[in-house]
């Protein structure tokens, strides 16, 4: 399990080694081993690369639902929260007009309008469904 920012790099870098290994053990002939020995490595090497992918996307689930709950949080106090993904810079904050608070999302220099909390809520969990689907 990935506990951290530096952990992640790490895992990243173990993805690409093991993917880098799949790729050199399947160009090379295998002509003086046993098939089935053959196969048991090549399934080991996939298992391990698979069980990294599955910690990489639980930590990114993870932190996805801590962003969310801290902007939440942010919000709800009357704050600005901004965070940077993919490159794009998002500024989110809450408006009182008329009794009512709205909420504003801004991408970089274009904004959506004012919403309720929950349109608000929605557009936030798709936001971070499309920065999930990128990664």
């Known amino acids: 399990m990935i506990h951290n920012e530096r952990e992640y790099a790490i895992t990243k870098i173990w993805i690409a080694k093991f993917e880098t290994a799949i790729r050199d053990f399947q160009k090379e002939t295998h002509d003086q081993v046993h098939p ?4 048991a490595y090549l399934e080991s090497l996939k298992g391990q690369l698979n ?3 599955t910690q990489i996307l639980e930590y990114e689930r993870e932190k996805r639902s801590q962003t969310l709950f801290d902007l939440q949080k942010l919000l709800i106090e009357g704050k ?6 993919r490159d794009i810079n998002y500024v989110f904050k809450r408006e009182v007009r ?3 608070s709205l909420y504003i999302i801004q991408l970089e ?3 959506i309008d004012a919403v309720s909390w929950l349109e608000f809520e929605k557009a936030i969990m798709h936001i971070f469904a499309l920065i999930g689907d990128m990664h």
């Open 51 to 53: 069980d990294l992918d």
């Open 98 to 100: 008329s009794g009512e």
């Open 109 to 111: 220099n274009s904004s």
């Open 80 to 85: 600005e929260f901004k965070f940077k993904a």
């Open 36 to 39: 089935l020995f053959v196969k």
